[in-house]
Every structure is written in C-alpha cells, then in structure tokens.
Nanobody
Framework: QVQLVESGGSVVQPGGSLRLSCVAS????????ISWFRQAPGKEREGVSC???????YYTDSVKGRFTISRDNVKNAVYLQMNSLRPEDAAVYYC?????????????????????WGQGTQVTVSS
C-alpha cells in the first residue's frame, strides 16, 4: 500500500524546535520528490519545503534559515527540522510525493503535481 505517514507534531513555545518525520512505504522512495506543505486554520495550504535526489532543498521565504529538510533513502523518510518557531508556523503539516524530481524552485509547490499525501501532523506554537 502506497502511503506517507507524518509524525512529530506537538505543542511548542515560540522560539522552540520540532522535528517532523514523513515515512514512506509501498513505492520506490528515491524515484520521487517529497515536499512539506502546511495549512493553518482559515488559510490555504502552502508549500514549505521540497527535496529530491536531484536538488538538495528548496524553501519558502518565510522559513528560510529556520527550517531544514533532509531525506534518508535507507529509512525511506524525509524530515523537517524546524527551529525558532513562531506562532505563524502553527498549522497542520503534510508531506506529499511527486514524480517530478527536477523542480528545485517554487514550482515544486504546485499541488497538482502531487499524487499521494499524508494525513498530516499538528504543530501548535503557543506560550
């Protein structure tokens, strides 16, 4: 069964850190780019970061310098290390896969490119 499963969401204070995980199963992991998206209440879902074996990483401007995406092709996992968290980072975070592995820029956030999504993990940033 093809699936992506996120974990690691929690409640954290502003300035804190979290590490999200996205574990893949049922498909050839390194044949896909994986991206993180997020959706806050009342807002549209937005792209956060993407990675494939053809480009190291890409980030939306609001998280550059604070978030780091990485992937482990042995564990079939992608991670999102989130530091210096802000209240505006609070959202449900989703990972998704796309076979388009060469879009190492904002095009990697086009949701129509993605065919499998995880169920999401909640990140709350609050004092």
């Amino acid at each position: 069964q093809v699936q992506l499963v996120e974990s690691g969401g929690s409640v954290v204070q502003p300035g804190g850190s979290l590490r999200l995980s996205c574990v893949a199963s049922g498909f050839t992991f390194d044949a896909y780019a994986i991206s993180w998206f997020r959706q806050a209440p009342g807002k549209e879902r937005e792209g956060v970061s993407c990675i494939s074996r053809f480009f190291p990483s890409y980030y939306t401007d609001s998280v550059k310098g604070r978030f780091t995406i990485s992937r482990d092709n042995v564990k079939n996992a992608v991670y999102l290390q989130m530091n210096s968290l802000r209240p505006e980072d609070a959202a449900v975070y989703y990972c998704a896969r796309t076979p388009n592995m060469f879009l190492g820029d904002s095009r990697c956030f086009r949701e129509a490119l993605y065919d499998v999504w995880g169920q999401g993990t909640q990140v709350t940033v609050s004092s």
